[in-house]
């Protein structure tokens, strides 16, 4: 048979549910040229499917070998997605970058592929094809939003407005734009787009919509000290947002624990801290919102330490050391696993996927504040490591999450007030227990002394990681670095005190998780 008929009958056998049979149909077709992508893609689904998560990653990575001889974007689209979808990210931007792929024609992998781009924080190589699907004739308004979101993380205030405001014009009921617009600048009575929100939200029909015009509509009123109307605006948008999540707090309460719970199974840590190969990884955990982006910022400022921002890859190669399939989080499942795994492999994993991002310099950021979950096993993972906490004042820290609009669940917390109180409780606990466990290796930096002694907690936790202080620690500013988070369009303004204790203008209507978090609410007082 020639490579064509194999691949038929490969699809014949498949579509038979004969799936060893086809398996091997589709081994003899790695090395094809023109089908050896499609062949690939078909070998780690199946892989997927049966549970072996390492296959389902070696099976498209091994697709990347010869791209040069690739010559079709739609296959290069599809090897790509999968790619990210499986946490790898480098290959996945060799991909992106292959010639065929960023000089096509076709609007579809253009705009898939820089989509995916934009979600996954590279800004600049998402505008790349982001601007070519707009010059070949895409112009909508979730294309916008996605150029917009892009130019707001690269610093690019004024042209992402203009983009935003294009989305807007082409269609007012793509709710997104206006929830990007609303965070990129501080509103005033001059300039605001309060009565173009309300007109909007008494026009949406869909929960996602609402949610996310409730949510801007909330900040912009907050910008403009109408605190009653804001938080009148936030109820619903939340109400809505927890509705369509479905969020259980008791799974995120029950996951903490387990942790812990496994944690003490693991027994002691080694006391020996031998060295990491470079770079060494600094983490910066804690809550969302807590400044951890602020920090990241200005330790990445000093000439010895690159800025990696919110990775994936933790978890990520986890899941390929334990070999189970899912996504960058945790799930029972995947940290019952974790007495058995092999730290070693698991360091040296993680390692070799954020190696790239280091820029040949000592150490590198990595900011994800969920993997305030793991530090125990990420001391046993990379015995090098450096770990930073970033406390902020409880109510500051709980108010800050309430106040942004988080999509897709990752943070369902955030849209209740009991659940925010709860779930604050459940990660103090747990971050006791790591500083009860292995004292010592978790520095912590507050939020409060940081913006206002900056430079001796700078100095401070610089020399935890190693290093001297230099001057250049202090500029927070910077227009082209790229900023992923929720904190992109604030966080390049000048260190300031004014979210310190913003939540006392809402302190009434925060009395039910106030008296929720008891002794914790006490420390804001």
């Known amino acids: 048979m020639n490579e064509l008929e194999t691949w038929q009958r490969a699809e014949q056998l498949l579509a038979q549910k004969q799936v060893l049979a086809a398996r091997q149909q ?117 294309l916008h939003f996605l150029i917009g979101t892009c130019r707001m993380r690269l610093g690019d205030k004024d042209r992402a407005e203009q983009n935003l405001e294009r ?39 869909q929960p996602s919509d609402r949610a996310a015009l409730g949510y801007a509509l909330f900040k912009e009123l907050d910008d403009l000290g109408d605190y009653q109307a804001a938080w009148d605006a936030w109820q619903p948008a939340a109400a809505t947002m927890k509705s369509a ?92 696993s974790l007495p058995e795994i092999e730290y070693a492999a698991w360091g040296q994993r993680y390692e070799q996927h954020v190696a790239w991002r280091g820029q040949e310099k000592a150490c590198l950021t990595d900011k994800l504040p969920t993997n305030f979950r793991l530090v125990g096993f990420i001391l046993r993972a990379l015995p090098g490591v450096r770990i930073i906490h970033m406390e902020r004042d409880p109510l500051a820290a709980c108010f800050s999450n309430l106040r942004e609009c988080f999509f897709g669940g ?35 930096v507050r939020y409060n002394e940081l913006v206002t002694e900056t430079r001796p907690v700078l100095e401070q936790a610089l020399r935890y990681c190693g290093y001297d202080w230099e001057d250049a620690c202090l500029d927070t500013g910077g227009v082209g670095d790229v900023v992923a988070s929720a904190s992109a369009a604030q966080v390049r303004e000048p260190i300031h005190t004014r979210s310190v204790a913003h939540w006392r203008h809402y302190e009434k209507q925060l009395q039910p998780m106030i008296d929720a978090l008891g002794d914790h609410a006490e420390a804001s007082r």
């Not at 992106?96 to 076709?106: F, G, K, Q, V």
């Not at 990752?410 to 500083?435: I, T």
């Open 26 to 142: 589709y081994i003899a077709l790695r090395g094809s040229v023109e089908l050896g992508i499609a062949a690939r893609m078909r070998l780690s689904m199946i892989a997927g499917a049966m549970g072996n998560f390492r296959e389902a990653v070696d099976e498209v990575v091994g697709g990347t070998a010869d791209l040069h001889q690739q010559s079709d974007p739609h296959a290069l689209s599809m090897l790509f997605k999968r790619l990210i979808g499986l946490g790898e990210q480098q290959f996945a931007l060799r991909v992106a970058r292959a010639r065929a792929l960023r000089e096509c024609h076709d609007i579809e992998p253009l705009a898939e592929v820089g989509k995916l781009l934009s979600d996954h924080g590279f800004p600049e190589d998402a505008l790349t094809f982001l601007e070519r699907a707009l010059a070949k004739g895409l112009a909508s308004a979730p």
């Open 167 to 205: 989305g807007i014009a082409l269609d007012a009921g793509f709710s997104p734009n206006h929830w990007q617009l609303s965070k990129l600048r501080r509103q005033t009575n001059a300039s605001n787009h309060v009565d173009r929100l309300r007109r909007a939200l008494a026009q949406a029909r």
């Open 245 to 336: 999540t479905g969020y259980q707090l008791q799974r995120d309460t029950d996951l903490l624990q387990q942790l812990a719970d496994v944690d003490r199974q693991c027994g002691e840590l080694a006391t020996n801290r031998q060295a990491a190969s470079a770079p060494t990884p600094i983490f910066i955990v804690g809550l969302p919102r807590s400044g951890t982006t602020l920090f990241e910022r200005m330790l990445g400022r000093h000439s010895a330490i690159a800025v990696g921002g919110e990775l994936g890859d933790l978890v990520m190669q986890l899941r390929y050391v334990a070999n189970q399939p899912g996504v960058a989080n945790l799930d029972q499942k995947l940290v019952a």
């Open 410 to 444: 990752s943070y369902g917390y955030s849209n209740d007030l009991a659940d925010m109180a709860g779930y604050y409780r459940a990660y103090r606990e747990l971050m006791a227990h790591w500083d009860q466990r292995y004292p010592g290796r978790v520095h912590r």
